[in-house]
């Protein structure tokens, strides 16, 4: 493993857009970051704000239209020797051997809807199989043994049984745990979790969270889990990344960011929480006004069109940059400095 302090990897200044006839989507416009060994990276927002976008970059999966425009993604691994090694992905091209090799190698993902992950035409078996292939010279006898391995290792009740069964006849929380076998086979050192609960029910929701946190104390992984549920990150990040229309508005350890946010956007999405002493059909707070159309990004701090606390003059026509506030926490905000 790397030394504790040093990132297994680091996001710096990211810029994604995709480039459309309509215009340009910023969807990805300066996030930075860093992801530990054996901690949980939350990255958090509404609908649109770029997570997806930023795990997709990671991963050098951004669709045709769109590109990374500036910035770098540091990879840290420890090679054979012993030697830390250190990959710029960016500087990757996204088909060549080498990057291959680290998406769905060191870096994995599992997201929302497994079951358009899964062909319906081949066992969820046969599937591991063919990924723990990929990624090793094990037998075909040797790599069912070790998806059988892998399948128990997530709590599918009689793996033996259930590795040769098809998707389709698998209930949603078992299918999220078959991706998630799936996504271990090539021992990652870095699990990208997008919203990988949110077509549960609360309890599956539950057991998933749970899941993924006892992988991660058995395996030292990083995870980085992306929701738009504060909820979900109280529960689960060590870590949490705000982000705001494809930019970092806050950052900090969750227990700071919980107990004291600086960002009225952070402030917003927290008072949008459901209130386990709230009564029932209580209704929920939301941040009032609408995001802004991707298109039509306004001028100045990005937030300031839903702001309740907008200086005129100049949230409007200036735009905040993230600048430290405490220890490890840093807000882009004129309230906090010019
Ligand atoms: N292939 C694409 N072509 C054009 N625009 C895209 C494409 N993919 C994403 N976008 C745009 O990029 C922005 C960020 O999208 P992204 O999917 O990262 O959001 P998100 O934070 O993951 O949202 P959600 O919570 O709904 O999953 C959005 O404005 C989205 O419309
Ligand atoms: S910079 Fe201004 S508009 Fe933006 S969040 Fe801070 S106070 Fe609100
Ligand atoms: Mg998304």
Redesign the pocket.
Known sequence: MLAEQQPILSVRDLRTY?H?DEGI?R??DGASFDVYAGRTLGIV??????????A?SILRIV?Q??RIESGSIHLRRRTSSGQVDEVELTALPANSREMRSIRGGEIALIFQEPMTSFSPYHTVGNQIIEAIRLHSDLSKRAARERAIDLLRMVGIPKPERRIDEYSFQLSGGLRQRVMIAMALSSDPKILIA??PTTALDVTTQAQILELLQRLQDEKGLAIIL?T?DMGVIAEMADDVVV?YL?RVVERGPVDTIFHAPKHPYTQALLRSIPSILARPRTKLATISGSIPH?YNRPVGCPFHTRCSEIIRGTCDSREPQLQPVGPDHQVSCFLYHS
């Open positions: 995709y459309q989507v969807a990805v927002g509404e609908s649109g704000c770029g997570k997806s976008v930023t997709r669709e239209n769109g997008d919203e992306i738009h982000m494809g991707p």
